[in-house]
């Protein structure tokens, strides 16, 4: 079955850049149908869409975040990236990778485990 | 604050029913898709489309729509669906997605 596995370092400071990798197994990054995306969670509040990846290449971002967001594939790792520049503790959270199916499903179907990652000095 | 409105939350006897609701102006157009979250989990995707659940999930979850809101229903709830709910669709552009602040739903 599919599977999602982040991985990146848990501590990244102040006005650097946050820096992610999320492994896919089990399908094909570049299936048709699959947007490959990212989704984050501060400690006890709600989930926060950050942007997804077509095979083809093409982004779409969370608007909130449009300029510090950048998310890339691998295809010969079976790979996607997320990079968040200049981080402030306002960024510390979880972060999940998912893949999002569109055409009729319309979903978020499959999510990794989430990574913890802590802005601080 | 988000363009999906969701109680905050909600409670339900055991073995009753409840409707946990989302509320935007994207869903007159576009159906919400449901995620249960558990402590420490990630969210799980329970309902997808007009009403369809994933493989796994179990019947007494069910989804509607109508006007600007989304519901999920759950019919008969147990005491493992306490958990935080999301919905999910896209934004009022119609170009982006996001996410209700997410219910917290208590089974007594």
């Known amino acids: 079955q599919v599977q999602l596995q982040e991985s990146g370092p848990g501590l990244v400071k102040p006005s650097q850049t946050l820096s992610l990798t999320c492994t896919v197994s089990g399908v094909s990054i570049s299936s048709d149908y699959n947007y490959w995306s990212w989704v984050r969670q501060p400690a006890g509040k709600g989930l926060e869409w950050l942007g997804r990846?077509?095979?083809?290449?093409?982004?779409n971002y969370n608007p909130s975040l449009k300029s510090r967001v950048t998310i890339s594939v691998d295809t010969s790792k079976n790979q996607f990236s997320l990079r968040l520049s200049s981080v402030t503790a306002a960024d510390t959270a979880v972060y999940y990778c998912?893949?999002?199916?569109?055409?009729?499903?319309?979903?978020?179907?499959?999510w990794g485990q989430g990574t913890i990652v802590t802005v601080s000095s | 604050s988000s363009e999906l409105t969701q109680d905050p939350a909600v409670s339900v006897a055991l073995g009753q029913t409840v409707r946990i609701t989302c509320q935007g102006d994207s869903l007159r157009s576009y159906y919400a898709s449901w995620y249960q979250q558990k402590p420490g989990q990630a969210p799980v995707l329970v309902i997808y489309?007009?009403?369809n659940r994933p493989s796994g999930i179990p019947d007494r979850f069910s989804g509607s729509s109508s006007g600007n809101t989304g519901s999920l229903t759950i019919t008969g709830a147990q005491a493992e669906d306490e958990a935080d709910y999301y919905c999910?669709?896209?934004?009022?552009?119609?170009?982006?997605?996001?996410f209700g602040g997410g219910t917290k739903l208590t089974v007594l």
């Open positions: 998912a893949r999002f199916i569109g055409g009729m499903r319309f979903a978020f179907d499959v």
């Open positions: 999910n669709s896209r934004d009022s552009s119609g170009n982006h997605l996001v």
């Open positions: 990846m077509y095979t083809t290449g093409s982004t």
């Open positions: 489309g007009k009403n």
